[in-house]
């Protein structure tokens, strides 16, 4: 399991097309099909317990929670931050609170353009 930032600090400043106080954080280049979607998570939710069927690399965009690797501990997760599970890998994540995460699903994610936490 992997942590990465997505906050502002680790992405390019916009400055074209007149922008203003916006930055852009690259998740990932692909070469073959993936998936990307959103898991939301309401309170008290959680996805249970089970292997990756490829690279998952999961985005909290809202929220914050829980996300654990094969050993099944427990880390904190928030907005900004995301981890990258390996196919095969068993994890699971939840949230107290509630939580919204952008997922990426690929056979392989090119993250070297990521800066990991």
Known sequence: MKFFR???EVGFPIKQYDSQAAHFMKVCRN???NSIGFIQLDAGG???YHQATV?????VVQ???????TDRERISIKSGEGVMW???EWHESGSKSGM???VVESETIDTSL???K
Do not use: P
């Not at 690279?55 to 985005?59: A, D, F, R, V």
């Open 100 to 102: 919204l995460a952008l």
């Open 6 to 8: 997505f906050d502002k």
């Open 63 to 69: 929220g914050e929670g829980w996300v654990t690797g």
């Open 114 to 116: 990521l800066q990991e």
């Open 86 to 88: 390996d196919k095969g």
């Open 46 to 48: 959680e996805v249970g």
């Open 31 to 33: 070469q073959q099909e």
């Open 55 to 59: 690279e998952q690399l999961y985005i």
